[in-house]
């Protein structure tokens, strides 16, 4: 089993529905959780990040992060099809420098 | 420089060549890590350097890969005796010290062993 589980889709949706990714992982000591977007032949950009369990939200995005179950979840609302890419989980457990572990990531597209 | 710079993009290479890939981090930025990312196979860390500590090598797939860190700046991942299994765009970060969640990537250089 791997430490970080992501369905890599693809996944196809229409414009203005609400997305949902999410990724399971299997370290209970993973403290830091983030989202990253990657468009086609780019590097990955930081989409969101939460520390432990809850919610953030951030304008269209919501991610939440469920420690007791170990799973996290990336919300799109009223998605576009700019947001059209592949999306990224990765966590790590310690806020210093310690190598992100990523997901194989969710390739999505949002048809107008 | 504004982001992280990585070189060549793209490089096509003959199985069994050596091959140098260039990082050049944001400044300021003192870790810096290596990715490799392959197809269906999401990223791979490879490496990763602060400051003049010893890197993290224990992402490294083989005794061919190998990385150093000038001046604490520039970054050459070098792949000895290329194979093709060995396709794949390499990815380049770096952050801020004590930042873990402030990887800012570069855009890769898609590597194709013939």
């Known amino acids: 089993q791997k430490e970080v589980e992501q369905d890599p889709g693809p996944l196809s949706v229409p414009e203005g529905a609400i997305v949902s990714l999410n990724c399971t992982y299997s370290n209970s000591a993973f403290q830091y959780f983030m989202w990253y977007r990657q468009y086609s032949r780019k590097g990955p950009e930081l989409l969101m990040y939460t520390y432990s369990s809850g919610n953030k939200e951030d304008g269209r995005f919501t991610a939440q992060v469920d420690k007791s179950s170990k799973y996290i979840s990336l919300f799109i609302r009223d998605s576009q099809p700019s947001d059209s890419a592949t999306y990224l989980c990765a966590m790590t457990w310690n806020s210093g420098n310690t190598p992100l572990v990523f997901g194989k990531g969710t390739r999505l597209s949002v048809i107008a | 420089g504004a982001g992280v710079s990585q070189s060549p993009s793209n490089k096509v290479t003959e199985k069994g060549k050596d091959v140098e890939l260039r990082c050049d981090p944001i400044s300021g930025h003192t870790a810096l890590y290596w990715y490799r990312q392959s197809l269906g196979q999401g990223l791979e860390f490879l490496i990763y350097?602060?400051?003049?500590?010893?890197?993290?090598k224990s992402g490294l797939p083989s005794d061919r890969f190998s990385a150093e860190r000038t001046g604490g700046s520039v970054s050459t991942l070098t792949i000895q005796r290329t194979q093709q299994e060995d396709s794949a765009v390499y990815l380049c970060?770096?952050?801020?010290?004590?930042?873990?969640?402030?990887?800012?990537f570069g855009s890769g250089t898609r590597l194709t062993v013939v």
């Open positions: 970060a770096s952050s801020l010290a004590g930042f873990n969640y402030g990887y800012t």
């Open positions: 350097f602060q400051g003049n500590s010893a890197p993290d």
